[in-house]
């Protein structure tokens, strides 16, 4: 039985520094760069290392939720809004995680990795 974690995409952000990793962030093309109020942080309980923000797609709205911990070169895609709450398998090239990815790869600087879903990972049945 699948749940709809298993249809869930995931991304993996990189930079050789925190700095670059933070101004790359911030210059996605296509993408807007949304920071959560001190309000919501608090009630989401984020320790204080954590910046989690959202990457807002100028095509459609769609919401992106991101994390990165303050001083590592690494950050990492937590939810897709809309998409992962239909709990639905998305073809991969209309996955808004793939979208993201192919966008990182115009920033200079910064690189991503797909991470697949379980149910990308299951052989269809024959």
């Known amino acids: 039985m699948t749940d709809k974690t298993d249809y869930m995409r995931r991304l993996s952000i990189k930079a050789d520094t925190t ?3 933070r101004e790359g962030l911030k210059n996605i093309p296509g993408y807007t760069r949304v920071e959560l109020g001190d309000e919501l942080r608090r009630l989401m309980m984020l320790p204080a290392d954590e910046d989690r923000f959202v ?4 095509s459609n709205g769609e919401q992106i939720i991101v ?4 001083g590592d070169t690494s950050a990492r895609t937590i939810n897709v809004r809309d998409q992962d709450a239909r709990g639905l398998h998305i ?4 996955d808004e995680v793939v979208k993201l990815h192919e966008a990182i790869k115009q920033v200079p600087g910064i690189s991503s990795e ?7 990972l299951v052989a269809p049945a024959a």
């Open 114 to 120: 797909v991470i697949a879903a379980n149910i990308d």
């Open 67 to 70: 994390s990165h911990r303050r």
């Open 91 to 94: 073809p991969i090239y209309a």
């Open 19 to 21: 700095d670059i990793l």
């Open 55 to 58: 990457l807002q797609a100028e």
